[in-house]
Antibody
Framework: QVQLVQSGGGVVWPGGSLRLSCAAS????????MHWVRQAPGKGLEWVAY????????YYVDSVKGRFTISRDNSKNTLYLEMNSLRAEDTAVFYC??????????WGQGTLVTVSS | QTVVTQEPSFSVSPGGTVTLTCGLS?????????PSWYQQTPGQAPRTLIY???TRSSGVPDRFSGSILGNKAALTITGAQADDESDYYC??????????FGGGTKLTVL
């Protein structure tokens, strides 16, 4: 069965950096686009980033452009989100999700990122 | 900036039918937006219910259905059950590598 296991969350100072990971199993990772989605405390879901199966195309929500980088290592079946210049408003639970025809299929368990001094 | 609109809250009686909608602040939702629907209970990761307008995700009961109604995407729950009480989010593909979620609908079953 499809599994997405996330790691890498935590507490970071404003302006700091953090890298999230999402280890995939149970499907052909190298054939699937992948997304990151976040949810601020008490708020709704927000799509953050997408990467094509071969890593060739990457897209971001405007609020993270230039600060976040989505990447993948198909040899390790792992998706990443590198987050720099973090702000208080980036505090959220981050989810990775597998793309299925421009929708989100399976989801990771979520990892909390807290940006605070 | 495109806003995806959903009813903030909705209430349904057990066994009843409810239709939640997903619209655009400007324009109409079509199948080209690949509407999808997600269910989320507090503290849990979202669960995919519907993708590409009306395809149920694996394991989703057939009392959940998706459609286009007029200029909006719609999620219909037929025979609502107590454990359907959740937050429901729609997401639209806007093209050019952009996806947008609606603000979510809090569904109460009582």
């Amino acid at each position: 069965q499809v599994q997405l296991v996330q790691s890498g969350g935590g507490v970071v100072w404003p302006g700091g950096s953090l890298r999230l990971s999402c280890a995939a199993s149970g499907f052909t990772f190298s054939s699937c686009g992948m997304h990151w989605v976040r949810q601020a405390p008490g708020k709704g879901l927000e799509w953050v980033a997408y990467i094509r199966s071969d890593g060739g195309d990457k897209y971001y929500v405007d609020s993270v452009k230039g600060r976040f980088t989505i990447s993948r290592d198909n040899s390790k079946n792992t998706l990443y989100l590198e987050m720099n210049s973090l702000r208080a408003e980036d505090t959220a639970v981050f989810y990775c999700a597998k793309d299925l025809t421009w929708s989100l299929d399976s989801w990771g368990q979520g990892t909390l990122v807290t940006v605070s001094s | 900036q495109t806003v995806v609109t959903q009813e903030p809250s909705f209430s349904v009686s057990p066994g009843g039918t409810v239709t939640l909608t997903c619209g655009l602040s400007s324009g109409s939702v079509s199948t080209s937006n690949y509407p999808s629907w997600y269910q989320q209970t507090p503290g849990q990761a979202p669960r995919t219910l519907i993708y590409t307008t009306n395809t149920r995700s694996s394991g989703v009961p057939d009392r959940f259905s998706g459609s286009i109604l007029g200029n909006k995407a719609a999620l219909t729950i037929t025979g609502a059950q107590a454990d359907d009480e959740s937050d429901y989010y729609c997401m639209l593909f806007m093209g050019s590598g952009i996806w947008v979620f609606g603000g979510g609908t809090k569904l109460t079953v009582l």
